[in-house]
């Protein structure tokens, strides 16, 4: 399974991106994905999760701004970034997995990244 994530560039502070995360290859179930994120120089962090029954989280510094969505019949999954900061710059990687319930960052795919630069 490869997943393949897009929609980073560069725009000003205050505008929006999405990010678009798209599985594909032999017959598979996802059932949950996420975005993360990581900073120049830092660990990866989680930025968003959803699975198949609705269950969504937020990291506290997106929340009112990034929203996640899945549609997970078509295997593909998205993350809506509004009133962007230069904070939010990194670089932002999908992930998915055929479980609803994820432990930790324990996700089975993970795509390769996608650059979000955030700067006026």
């Known amino acids: 399974v490869q997943l393949q994530a897009s929609g980073g560039g560069l725009v000003q502070p205050g505008e929006s991106l999405r990010l678009s995360c798209a599985a594909s290859?032999?017959?598979?179930?996802?059932?949950?994905m996420a975005w993360y994120r990581q900073f120049s120089g830092k660990q990866r962090e989680l930025v968003a999760s959803?699975?198949?029954?609705?269950?969504?989280k937020y990291a506290d510094s997106v929340k009112g701004r990034f929203t996640i969505s899945g549609i997970f019949a078509e295997n593909t999954g998205y993350l809506q970034m509004d009133k962007l900061e230069p904070d939010d710059t990194a670089v932002y990687y999908c992930?998915?997995?055929?479980?609803?319930?994820?432990?930790?960052?324990?996700?089975?795919?993970w795509g390769r990244g996608t650059l979000v630069t955030v700067s006026s």
């Open positions: 959803v699975n198949s029954g609705g269950s969504k």
């Open positions: 992930a998915a997995d055929p479980a609803t319930r994820v432990v930790g960052d324990n996700y089975k795919y």
């Open positions: 290859g032999p017959p598979f179930t996802i059932v949950a």
